[in-house]
């Protein structure tokens, strides 16, 4: 069986500042975000329940 989770390296390869990636909360792997965010690139991903993480500001419509 083959895990998509071992392609996370492969994608964080192609990684480029000020990329935007989007994906789903099985995407959430803290390394993958945080190599990422390393890159100075960005990312929306559904948040996983069990990633602990609180909003910083409540959202509003602009």
Known sequence: ?????????????????????????????LKFLFTIQEKEAFFVIRQHRGMGFKGIQTLVNV
């Open 1 to 29: 069986m083959h895990s998509y989770r071992s392609e996370f390296d492969s994608v964080l390869n192609i990684v480029e500042a000020k990329d935007l990636w989007c994906g789903d909360r099985n995407f959430c792997p």
